[in-house]
């Protein structure tokens, strides 16, 4: 009788489009030969092949980099984005700051006061 593995966890389980690659590998895979043959086919003639292998190599290695690379579940870009926010976007020194509950009441009455004193004509008092 054949038997199957089936794994426990079933969240790292990703489905297949084409040739065992998922949709985002395809496209990914796709914008690499996309961007790397054109570059090939144009250098050939102008650089020793070697040379532009390698070129094309590098030109496609972001698009791959993209396609396979993933820690902790994330995409690179996913990863990209919240390591450029730790580093550049986000403040170093995060202040603890809490906003007290009974200050925040006593604000609201203060403004409800004085709404109602600019409501009603009177005179405010401070």
């Excluded at 390698?54 to 870009?77: D, R």
């Excluded at 020194?93 to 509950?101: F, G, M, S």
């Amino acid at each position: 009788m054949a038997y199957v593995s089936i794994p426990k966890d079933l969240s790292r389980v990703k489905t297949k489009f084409i040739l065992g690659l998922t949709k985002r590998q395809t496209i990914c895979f796709g914008a690499g030969a996309a961007t790397g043959l054109p570059l090939f086919f144009l250098l050939r003639g102008a650089l020793p092949v070697s040379a532009v292998s390698l070129l094309t190599v590098i030109v496609m290695l972001p698009w791959f980099m993209f396609a396979l690379y993933e820690k902790n579940g994330q995409p690179l870009e996913k990863y990209l984005m919240c390591i450029i926010n730790t580093r550049f976007i986000r403040p170093k020194k995060r202040i603890y700051q809490t906003d007290n509950l009974y200050a925040a009441v006593g604000r609201q009455k203060e403004l409800y006061k004085e709404v109602s004193a600019i409501a009603s004509g009177k005179k405010i008092k401070r």
